[in-house]
């Protein structure tokens, strides 16, 4: 199975600033890699598609890049309501293995 | 608007089985496969596998064959995970997610999954 890493598993920010988290696979996986954002007791959410796609109706403030192994998601204005958790997942090879999320707490 | 809608909690003994269901409305059901996640208490996303809209041919990941039965009714636009023997270890929340690529052929692999239901959660407790 392809292994996805994320870093950091956490991280403390403000609104407004610009948060980069970043996520690793164990082998090249093109451009199939997903960002979700969850919620407390909420179901995920799809941001990023194709590692660079933004999802309809989707804010902007939401970034994805890179190819292969290493993919970031950016948000470039931390928004209150941005405090959640984040997964990538790769959609290159079943199954589809999701990272181990990070954290996104207010400072 | 497309949305997915799982079954209520459960609560079940050890060895007992369960099904969860998760119906789909908004879009047409068989054009786009349905994935199974599950997410033990404060951990992390499991990709359990997907069922082919179109075909209702199933695919496991390997931890999650045997026990583990996707199904799907088309004439009610429902899926559902049958689990088996449960364990306390299948303590989760379960999700059903759809995929985001539209495949009216019925041949593609899942992507992304751009809907998702909004969990069960199946409690195994003696």
């Known amino acids: 199975d392809i292994q996805m890493t994320q870093s950091p598993s956490s991280v403390s920010a403000s609104v407004g600033d610009r948060v980069t988290i970043t996520c690793r696979a164990s082998?090249?996986?093109?451009?199939?890699l997903a960002w979700y954002q969850q919620k407390p007791g909420k179901a995920p959410k799809l941001l990023i598609y194709a590692a660079a796609g933004l999802q309809s109706g989707v804010p902007s403030r939401f970034s994805g890049s890179g190819s292969g192994t290493d993919f970031t998601l950016t948000i470039s204005s931390l928004q209150p309501e941005d405090f959640a958790t984040y997964y990538c997942?790769?959609?290159?090879?079943?199954?589809?293995?999701f990272g181990g999320g990070t954290k996104v707490e207010i400072k | 608007q497309v949305q997915l809608v799982q079954s209520g909690s459960e609560l079940r003994k050890p060895g007992a089985s369960v099904r969860v269901s998760c119906k789909a409305s908004?879009?047409?059901?068989?054009?786009?496969?349905i994935n199974w996640v599950r997410q033990a208490p404060g951990q992390g996303l499991e990709y359990m596998g997907w069922?082919?809209?179109?075909?209702?041919?199933?695919t496991y990941a390997q931890d999650f064959t045997g026990r583990f039965v996707f199904s799907l009714d088309t004439s009610v636009t429902t899926a559902y995970l049958h689990i088996n023997s449960l364990k306390a270890e299948d303590t989760a929340v379960y999700y059903c997610a759809r995929d985001r690529r539209y495949c009216p052929g019925g041949i593609c692999e899942p992507t992304e999954f751009d809907s998702w239901g909004q969990g069960t959660l199946v409690t195994v407790s003696s």
């Open positions: 997942q790769q959609a290159n090879r079943f199954p589809f293995t």
């Open positions: 069922i082919n809209s179109n075909t209702g041919n199933p």
């Open positions: 082998q090249g996986i093109s451009t199939w």
């Open positions: 908004g879009y047409t059901f068989t054009t786009h496969t």
